[in-house]
C-alpha cells in the first residue's frame, strides 16, 4: 500500500 516516507523525502513509496 502506498504510504508517506519519511526517508525518501516525505513522496508516496510503495510497500509490501
Known amino acids: 500500500m ?4 519519511e526517508r525518501l523525502g516525505r513522496v508516496p513509496e510503495f510497500v509490501l
Open 2 to 5: 502506498p504510504v508517506v516516507s
